[in-house]
Each structure stands twice: as structure tokens, then as C-alpha cells.
């Protein structure tokens, strides 16, 4: 496994703690986050596949931003800001499905995604 597929503890910003493994890119960090359970084994599977094909999916994260900024054209501009934080693989029914949630630097709301094999959808912020 390379080392970009290694999962192991890690801190986020200095203070939450996860499990899984953590990106390094030349213009960003990417939390790839797992949660420890019985279905670890798939997620780190699906995770995986994230990690080792980050520069794919973070070109298809751009083009999943523009189509939505193209489908809600007052929340473009916001839309466009949003650089991705973490892809967190926590969800009891489906190992593959991970939750991705976006940098606070980036935007002044939360917003979030779903992404499920190499496809995102369900682009939302928190009010």
C-alpha cells in the first residue's frame, strides 16, 4: 500500500480527533475520515479509492460544483468557493457512502455533499 493509503489517528485543525488517512496536496489538505466498526474493512475499501485517486475525484468534485452552480445560479459564487475538507465514511447502511464536507475558509455557511462511488450529489448548506 502506498503511503498515501496508509490509515492510521490523526488531528484535524488541532483539535477533533478521526481515524483514516490525511492527504497532502500542494494547495490543500484532505481528510479522508473512517469510522471504526465492524464495516471497517469496507470502508477503508471504498476510502481507499479516494485517497488513491484524489487529483480524479477532486476533478470531478469541480465539475459537480459548476453543474450545481449552473442548476442555483444566486448561490454560484458560493458554490464556487467551496474547497473540500474531509470525505467522512460513517454511515451504518452503506460503507461506501461518505458524507463531504467543506473548508469554513471557504464559505461563511456549512455546506456539505454526498459522494458514493466516484459520484457527488445532494449539494446542501446548513441554515
Given at each position: ?48 479509492e ?41 454511515a ?31 449539494l446542501?448548506?446548513?441554515?
Amino acid at each position: 500500500m502506498s503511503e498515501r493509503g496508509r490509515f492510521a489517528p490523526f488531528v484535524r485543525r488541532g483539535e477533533s480527533q478521526g481515524y483514516g488517512a490525511v492527504v497532502e496536496l500542494p494547495s490543500q489538505r484532505v481528510y479522508v475520515e473512517l469510522v471504526e466498526d465492524a464495516r471497517q474493512g469496507e470502508r477503508q475499501l471504498a476510502a481507499l479509492e479516494v485517497v488513491e485517486h484524489i487529483e480524479e475525484v477532486l476533478a470531478a468534485l469541480e465539475r459537480f460544483k459548476a453543474a450545481e452552480a449552473m442548476r442555483r445560479p444566486d448561490d454560484a459564487d458560493a458554490i464556487g468557493r467551496l474547497v473540500v475538507e474531509t470525505f467522512a465514511f460513517f454511515a451504518k447502511k452503506d460503507p461506501r457512502f461518505a458524507e463531504v464536507s467543506f473548508t469554513e475558509a471557504s464559505s461563511d455557511d456549512v455546506w456539505f455533499c454526498a459522494f458514493k462511488d466516484g459520484r457527488f450529489f445532494d449539494l446542501d448548506e446548513e441554515t
